[in-house]
């Protein structure tokens, strides 16, 4: 009973603008992510796949080594290095941008190679067979199928990277949670801003699983 | 890159203490064992539980399932830590709320096992829930018709088989356990991702604190994944899934 007579929603409205900053951050994080990391996932599942074995032994490594981590490390170490290898310091932000973008590229290929696998292999060779080089091959006949069959998975992973985002909170990067959290400091009231982040979390992936749940029974190819 | 190599640094005292970097570290690994394998007991018994009654006939039930299913997987588990850590004390009785506060022992370590526990059992009651479904009804139908209630019928036919078939998605969660549990430094737990921050920032020597880091959740991933490959291979039914290998 205490509890909903304190709860104050009252301070949720002057910290909108601040906490909207932090989710315009989480979004475009998770943007770039997803973009770069299909992009790159598909090239690494097409480096797996091909019959050149350092290269394929090499995506294999990279992948396997990206998942068997917990991501905040692959954070911690990639803001650690990064200034490192560059010789000069990067803020939060971009570092996080990089970091995602490349660990989430090891879950997105996973997918594209299990994409690329579930197109018939008779496809591969009636490319081949026509005169097509390999390029043209993988760019109109595998991909676009391996793409269309693997969306909702695609999707899926991109959800769960939006609640991965979160974690930018170990290096100090000013996201959704972040924001909320200096919000929640600022009023003194830590606990109503943690609980409205939650429900906006929430409120967002729900959407987010129910879309991805009509696409998959609209989307399937009918063979 | 202008960085000086110091790999005698886990034996070196820490700053402010009798301690080396070395006893941080084990430390880190004894809690991250901790808090994974205890929230991954909780997350088989929620788990199990739960998955059950999301195939279960009374709609009540299910729907129950569905909405702690729901909730579980849709807040970042990073939100949850400072939900359990911070929000839920303050809906609890007064009396209650202080000793939480001021003398509960290991406060850090039950939020974070509670909460991993229940992030993770809406996982595997996913996982459950798939097992149950991908068995023919016939098996169901069969366990009616020689006498069992819905129960008995869960219990000896439905449960047992569904557990071995889902053996290899519940590595994966397994696996991830250890991984997830590195949020809980969040909230204040001494498991190795906090150590890790910790002896980066007293020692300096960040590639060396991260790599053996590193190397520590490797084997507890590793550790993880032979554990439960012995496990479904002592599990099989003769006669059912891939037991001819």
């Given at each position: 009973m205490?509890f909903?007579?304190q709860?104050?929603?009252s301070v949720?409205g002057?910290?909108l603008p601040?906490?909207?900053?932090?989710?315009?951050?989480?979004v475009?994080?998770t943007?770039?992510?997803?973009?770069?990391?299909?992009?790159?996932?598909t090239l690494?599942?097409?480096?797996?796949?091909?019959?050149?074995t350092?290269?394929?032994?090499?995506?294999?490594?990279?992948?396997?080594?990206m998942?068997?981590i917990p991501l905040?490390?692959?954070?911690?170490w990639f803001?650690?290095?990064?200034?490192?290898l560059t010789?000069?310091?990067m803020g939060a932000?971009?570092?996080a941008?990089i970091t995602f973008t490349l660990?989430?590229?090891?879950y997105?290929?996973?997918?594209?190679?299990?994409?690329i696998?579930s197109?018939?292999?008779g496809q591969?060779?009636?490319?081949?067979?026509?005169?097509m080089?390999?390029?043209q091959?993988m760019?109109?006949i595998?991909?676009p199928q391996?793409?269309r069959?693997?969306l909702?998975?695609?999707l899926?992973?991109?959800?769960?990277?939006?609640?991965?985002?979160?974690?930018v909170y170990?290096?100090?990067?000013?996201?959704?949670l972040?924001?909320a959290?200096?919000?929640?400091?600022?009023?003194n009231r830590?606990?109503?801003?943690y609980v409205f982040?939650?429900?906006?979390?929430?409120?967002?992936?729900?959407?987010?699983?129910?879309?991805v749940?009509h696409?998959?029974s609209r989307?399937a190819?009918i063979? | 890159?202008n960085?000086h190599w110091n790999?005698?640094?886990?034996l070196?005292?820490?700053?402010?203490?009798e301690?080396?970097y070395l006893?941080?570290l084990?430390t880190?690994?004894?809690?991250?064992?901790?808090?994974a394998l205890?929230a991954?007991?909780?997350?088989?018994l929620c788990?199990?539980i739960?998955?059950?009654?999301?195939?279960?006939p009374?709609r009540?039930l299910?729907f129950?399932a569905?909405?702690?299913?729901?909730?579980?997987?849709n807040?970042p588990?990073l939100v949850q830590?400072?939900?359990?850590?911070f929000?839920?004390p303050e809906l609890?009785p007064?009396?209650?709320s202080?000793?939480i506060?001021q003398?509960?022992p290991a406060?850090?370590?039950v939020?974070?096992v509670?909460c991993?526990g229940?992030?993770?059992?809406a996982?595997?009651a996913?996982?459950?829930?798939?097992g149950v479904?991908?068995?023919?009804n016939?098996?169901?139908?069969?366990?009616?018709?020689i006498g069992?209630t819905?129960p008995q019928?869960?219990r000896?036919?439905?449960l047992?088989?569904?557990f071995?078939?889902i053996?290899?998605p519940l590595?994966?969660?397994f696996?991830?356990?250890?991984k997830?549990?590195?949020?809980a430094?969040?909230?204040?737990v001494l498991?190795l991702?906090?150590?890790a921050?910790?002896?980066?920032e007293d020692?300096?020597?960040?590639?060396e604190t991260?790599?053996?880091?590193?190397?520590l959740?490797f084997?507890c991933a590793f550790?993880a994944?032979?554990?439960?490959a012995?496990?479904?291979?002592?599990?099989?039914v003769?006669?059912?899934?891939a037991t001819?290998k």
């Amino acid at each position: 009973m205490s509890f909903f007579a304190q709860f104050d929603l009252s301070v949720i409205g002057p910290s909108l603008p601040f906490i909207w900053t932090g989710l315009l951050f989480t979004v475009k994080l998770t943007v770039i992510a997803m973009t770069g990391g299909i992009i790159l996932g598909t090239l690494l599942a097409l480096a797996r796949l091909s019959p050149i074995t350092p290269l394929a032994m090499a995506a294999t490594w990279y992948v396997n080594l990206m998942r068997s981590i917990p991501l905040l490390m692959v954070i911690l170490w990639f803001f650690l290095i990064i200034p490192l290898l560059t010789g000069k310091p990067m803020g939060a932000e971009n570092s996080a941008i990089i970091t995602f973008t490349l660990f989430e590229a090891a879950y997105y290929s996973e997918i594209m190679r299990a994409g690329i696998q579930s197109v018939p292999r008779g496809q591969v060779w009636a490319g081949q067979a026509i005169g097509m080089t390999y390029a043209q091959t993988m760019g109109h006949i595998i991909l676009p199928q391996a793409f269309r069959n693997m969306l909702p998975v695609l999707l899926t992973q991109t959800i769960i990277l939006f609640q991965d985002t979160s974690l930018v909170y170990a290096i100090g990067a000013k996201d959704l949670l972040k924001a909320a959290e200096i919000a929640g400091k600022n009023y003194n009231r830590p606990v109503e801003m943690y609980v409205f982040v939650a429900f906006v979390y929430f409120v967002i992936c729900f959407a987010l699983s129910r879309l991805v749940k009509h696409l998959q029974s609209r989307i399937a190819i009918i063979r | 890159m202008n960085y000086h190599w110091n790999w005698g640094i886990f034996l070196e005292q820490v700053k402010a203490g009798e301690e080396t970097y070395l006893d941080w570290l084990i430390t880190g690994f004894g809690w991250t064992l901790a808090v994974a394998l205890t929230a991954w007991v909780m997350a088989l018994l929620c788990g199990g539980i739960i998955g059950t009654l999301r195939t279960a006939p009374q709609r009540g039930l299910a729907f129950f399932a569905t909405c702690w299913v729901e909730l579980f997987r849709n807040i970042p588990l990073l939100v949850q830590m400072f939900l359990w850590f911070f929000v839920v004390p303050e809906l609890l009785p007064r009396e209650l709320s202080l000793w939480i506060k001021q003398d509960m022992p290991a406060k850090e370590f039950v939020t974070a096992v509670l909460c991993l526990g229940l992030f993770t059992s809406a996982r595997v009651a996913e996982q459950v829930r798939a097992g149950v479904q991908s068995l023919p009804n016939g098996q169901r139908m069969a366990g009616l018709a020689i006498g069992f209630t819905l129960p008995q019928t869960y219990r000896y036919v439905i449960l047992p088989m569904a557990f071995r078939i889902i053996i290899p998605p519940l590595t994966s969660e397994f696996m991830n356990i250890f991984k997830n549990s590195s949020v809980a430094f969040a909230i204040g737990v001494l498991e190795l991702t906090f150590q890790a921050r910790q002896m980066q920032e007293d020692s300096e020597q960040g590639i060396e604190t991260y790599l053996a880091v590193t190397v520590l959740y490797f084997i507890c991933a590793f550790v993880a994944n032979r554990g439960m490959a012995f496990i479904e291979k002592r599990s099989r039914v003769p006669g059912f899934i891939a037991t001819s290998k």
